[in-house]
């Protein structure tokens, strides 16, 4: 005999898949909101060593706390410390580059620059001889390029070319940190290992600042509204957001969702900066974004997603 209670009813798949897009979507989002505050911090004075050191600072201490609270964590060998501790340090080199271009040209075009990785990642899994080139990959590439240009459009006509290099590195920097990430985070929680590359690059950026005579606690005090969004709403909301709801929908589904990173900027840098793409710029997006798309749909859902 039962005691008259109903059994639980287990939430449907349909619904799972529902939130994990809603998540993924508002990391998405979220994470479109950076290179505003990055403007913010800048039109306030603070340089970009300071205001790095500070986002992985504390994002790297809250993530170490969280860590703390929910018990043991699985015990990493020294090379793979090592290997989190480089990851850092692309992640310094991919992180600067972008918020330092972000402030020389349209902080739209810099995310749809960086938004150049996945096919960057193709092309290196092509060469090392782990990925054969289909049909689907080569109209990616030429739309991914095709879309750069008319994205970029002529540097000479106002354009900072030396945003532009950094938007275009940004993008190499990434890709360099996506292919480590995929073979070290292997069996590694997802938050273990962002706490260890968030604490790293925390760390070198301070002492970048540091030793380049570029620490501004006084300025970045004047700037805690700007810092304030670029920890919560940028790095703690966004990240274990994704997460999550790759766990519900699958890294290829989650990469393509992703996509509204750089769709954010563009509506975030209309509505706070007044920065507007034209026609052939917006078609050029279209073109990159599609070839996520393209690529996304042959990842495996056990292929990572690397945070921003």
Known sequence: ?????????????????????????????????LPIFNRQAAALGLGVPTFLAVRFLVAGAALWAWLALRGPRPRLRGGQVAGFAGMGLLYVVESGLY????????VALTALLLYLYPVLVALWEWMAGRHRLAGRDRVALVASLLGTALAVGSPGR???????????????????????????????????????????????????????HRWEPALALKAWRPLLGLAVVGTLLPIP??????????????????????LGACLFGALFLGELLGPWQWLGAALILGAVVLLSAERTPEEPLAER
């Open 158 to 212: 106002g354009t900072d070319a030396l945003g532009l290099a950094m938007g275009l590195a940004t993008a190499f920097g990434y890709t360099a940190y996506m292919l480590l990430g995929a073979r070290l985070q292997k069996g590694v929680p997802a938050l273990v290992a962002s706490a260890w590359i968030m604490g790293t690059a925390g760390l070198l950026y301070l002492a970048l600042a540091l030793a380049t």
């Open 241 to 262: 957001m994704l997460l999550a709801g790759m766990a519900r929908i699958g890294a290829a589904r989650a990469s393509v969702v992703s996509t509204l990173e750089p």
């Open 99 to 106: 918020f330092a271009s972000s402030r020389r040209i349209p």
């Open 1 to 33: 005999m039962t005691d008259g209670a109903a059994p639980p009813v287990p939430p449907s798949p349909a619904r799972g898949r529902g939130v994990g897009l809603l998540l993924v979507a508002a990391s998405g989002l979220c994470f479109g909101m």
